[in-house]
């Protein structure tokens, strides 16, 4: 749990040096922020992507819809790596390696996050199994 | 001095509390005493006295108060009248005490009005009542008290955060909190027919009314909410599965259950212990609700641990008053006769089952929204989002839309497949074509065309159960069946529609250049400085045109003064068709200017969908309430007659 906490305050120490250093350069460097994709299908996955992408410093927002500047960096982020031809789920892993899992808002079945799948299915396996039984009765 | 009146008056209230809720329960011990005759009374004066206290509220921000704390941290003497009133509730204090002031007068109306049920039903009712007030006068008087002085005046207030300086957001938190009180209202119900061994079709008649007004509000709250996000925020979204949209969607799908089941408990005298059990959910997910939004719980774990006693105070109000609505749910559920059976093509079928999917949907955003808190106190932080509450919530929502759409042609009790066939076969094939029309006209993702497709479907089920009928003579009540119905298809259109066909264009142009969006040519004509009561902005002229005369839109970009904060103020353009939405962002530094256009094809028909069904509300508690009014005087006319009758035998037996 330490270990993990440490990782991921390194990653921002480290992901923020960069990003601060862009915030303080001209537009250029985060031209891509909000420049649409010249390809509509790759424009549309780089949109879905982000907006699967938690804004970190905002409140329950993603990087698609905040003008917080992390929002807007992270957008070039993704904007310039789908140009560059990288694949929308090669991005979410990378950022998810520096950030965590906490970045994304699609959380994989499997890991920690299983029960909210099978949760709700056996629920209403189990209300449908007692509806059935209650007509059967009658 | 206005301030010391309005704590007394609180004070005073949460004594007349206590005095309902001990004087209530001790009526419920023993047959045969007096002292139950106390409760109404109690629950009027406390109504009166707890609407005091909020005028004297109302008052301290009318006049800026400034040696009151909670107007000091909330409030400015430049801001608007009308945002220095809606000012008292935009505060955790103030919020809370219209809580307890919309929560004693529905007490007192009860106490005024209710004479349908039992008297001493009605006593157990209040007592249930007066114990959840206890626990929130408790709350607000602690550890939230509006009223407190500071040691010396303030020179100056700090202002209300702008973006609630708006009207959508205004009037979204009373509205969504009535809606609250309205539940915590049915489950007062619930608990003093369980108390009495009184559930039965009396009881669900005289708590329908409350739980449809509830329900009202809650979707006037919800999309009143929605609308105030898709244009204030400036991103087009009009529902991002945030935990705080989450609290007041889930008390809406319980009460939409509970609202079914409620009818079914009226109308049959069927589904008694889930009628019960949806009205303890329900009241359940209205405190989660108010938990969530007031503890600070979803800043983060750990804010919320730093400064925990408010948080704290809510959690243990929750745990004692679920837990104890759980606790005598189990003890009281096996005394609840069954109630009348049905068979499996029927009516009550097809409502419990979309009951069931109902709580499905509520289960997948209750864990949805809560799971990261857990994770979190467990030492694992992940976000859940869209990506799994829109799927997952459509595995339960799309079965419920089908079952939604022949559920009012099927009959009560018992009815054959054979005889609704022409209609599903009608209903089905309306799906059919759209879905197929969809897939083949357009490039838009599954969820959007099977919404479509079923938007379509849930429209034409909506009018069926009026075919054959002659219109003049349909009861009000199935009015409102039809028009909530039709408002749900309605909704959902605008809801696929937008996801399905949205365009985006974003742009840095200068001052002359264009951009293209959807069918309209937007033209950047210049961006000049504005000034305004509390704020500069800076304000954009757009013409946009669709080859027919330009229309000029005007976005801003608003900076306030107090406290110093930047809103945009986006500018919509309302088609028919559809809402062309413009925002301007960012300066380019070149002279460019960045402008965000979307165009976003029958957005408009989510809210107006969201209107019809309260609209849907209103009519079948009107309905409901006129009938019940002339069932009694119906039955206070054939009291008379009987009274009559037997003093005329008497005369006659008396003659002979």
Redesign the interface.
Known sequence: ?MR?LWLMFAAIACLALPLGYAAAQ??DETSMA???LADPAQEAEA?ALM??L?CLTC????I????AEMAVDMRHLVRSRMQAGESPEDIRQWLIERY????????EAGG??W???A??AV??LL??GL?VRR?R?? | MTAEIGLAALWMAAALCMLQFIAGALATRSEGNDIGALTRPAAIVQGLLALTAFACLLWLFAITDLSVKLVATNSHSEKPMIYKLTGAWGNHEGSMLLWVAVMALSGAAIGALEKRLPERTIQAVLAAQGAVGVGFYAFLIGSSNPFERLPSPAAQGAGLNPLLQDWGLAFHPPTLYIGYVGLSVAFSFVVGALITRQVNPDFARAMRPWVLGAWVFLTLGIAAGSWWAYYELGWGGWWFWDPVENASLMPWLAATALLHSVTVLAARDALRTWTVMLGVVAFSMSMLGTFIVRSGVLTSVHSFAVDPERGVFILILLALYIGGALALFAWRASSIAEGKRFAVASRETALVFNNIMLCAILGVVLLGTLYPLMAEAAGDRVSIGPPYFNPVSAVFALPMFAVMAVGPILRWRQDSARRISKGVIVLAAVGVVTALAGALLSDAGILPILGLAFAAVIAVAAVMPLYGRKLSRTPMATWGMVLAHFGVAVALFGMASESGFSKETLAAVSAGESAQIGPYEVTLEGVEPLAGPNWTALEARLSASDGGDAVILRPQSRTFVQPVQTTTESALLNRWDGQLYAVLGQAAGDGRWQLRLWWKPFVAMIWYGSLLIALGGILAAVGHIRRSRRRKALEVRLAEQEADLLLVRRQEEAMA
């Not at chain 1, 698609?64 to 003008?67: N, T």
């Open positions: 749990m993990r001209t537009a909000d420049t649409q949109k907006e699967s938690r409140q329950s927002q993603s698609a819809d905040s003008d965590g899992d906490y970045i994304s808002y699609a959380p920690i996050t029960p909210l799948y949760i709700p629920l209403v209300a449908l509806l007509l009765r009658s």
